[in-house]
Nanobody
C-alpha cells in the first residue's frame, strides 16, 4: 500500500512563491512516476507536472512551464513542486498522484494512488 501526503500549501500574494511537498510511504518510491494535479472550484482537475520513476525526468503543463519546477528526492521519498511567479489563476487544491512504473507523458493516474490535497490560494 502506498500513501501520499501533501504539505506546503497556503496563502500567498501574486508574484510570490510556495514549495509543495509530497511525502510517499512505501519501499519502492523510486519505481513510481509522481505527478502534481490541481483542481480549482467548479473546474476540472488538470495536470500540472510529473517526474518519472528512477531517473526523475520531468514534464510540465504549458501553463506552468518556466514558473514551476518539480523534483524528487528518492532518499527522502519526497517529491517537491517549487512554484514561482504565482498568479491568482494558480489558486486550487493541489494533489500528488503516483503510478508504478508509469510512462512520464502518457501514464494515466485514475488507478494510481492519490493524496488528500493541499490548498494554494494566490491573492491579487
Amino acid at each position: 500500500q502506498v500513501q501520499l501526503l501533501e504539505s506546503g500549501g497556503g496563502l500567498v500574494q501574486a508574484g510570490g512563491s510556495l514549495r509543495l511537498s509530497c511525502a510517499v510511504s512505501g519501499r519502492t518510491f523510486s519505481s513510481y512516476t509522481i505527478a502534481w494535479f490541481r483542481q480549482a472550484p467548479e473546474k476540472e482537475r488538470e495536470f500540472v507536472a510529473a517526474t518519472s520513476w528512477r531517473v526523475g525526468s520531468t514534464y510540465y503543463a504549458d501553463v506552468v512551464k518556466g514558473r514551476f519546477t518539480i523534483s524528487r528526492d528518492n532518499a527522502k521519498n519526497t517529491v517537491y513542486l517549487q512554484m514561482n511567479s504565482l498568479k491568482p489563476e494558480d489558486t486550487a487544491v493541489y494533489y500528488c498522484a503516483a503510478k508504478f512504473l508509469g510512462a512520464l507523458t502518457t501514464v494515466r493516474y485514475d488507478d494510481g494512488y492519490w493524496g488528500q490535497g493541499t490548498q494554494v490560494t494566490v491573492s491579487s
